[in-house]
């Protein structure tokens, strides 16, 4: 499963999300929102307010949700 944690710097939300997947040994990328212009768009077009904004699989939120993030780490290391 492929994890792409969309975030921008100075991001409270952002930095315990990427901590918890830290901590529960996920791996996982990062994309700087305030440098990648189009992601920023097509995820507000969605409808997304909020970053960090997590695409996991087929699963996609946004905020810090340790709920989510516990449900890919149990995914991944089943």
């Keep these: ?3 792409t944690v969309f975030a921008k710097p100075h991001c409270a939300q952002c930095d315990a999300t990427k901590r918890q997947f830290n901590k ?3 791996e ?3 994309v ?3 440098q990648d212009a189009q992601a920023l768009e097509s995820f507000r ?3 997304y307010r909020q970053a960090p904004v997590v695409v996991a699989g087929e ?3 946004t905020g810090f949700r340790p709920d989510m993030i516990k449900k890919v780490a ?3 290391n089943a």
């Design 59 to 61: 699963d996609t939120w």
């Design 28 to 30: 996982y990328d990062v």
């Design 74 to 76: 149990e995914l991944i």
């Design 1 to 3: 499963m492929s994890i």
């Design 24 to 26: 529960l040994g996920v």
């Design 32 to 34: 700087d929102l305030t």
């Design 45 to 47: 077009a969605a409808g």
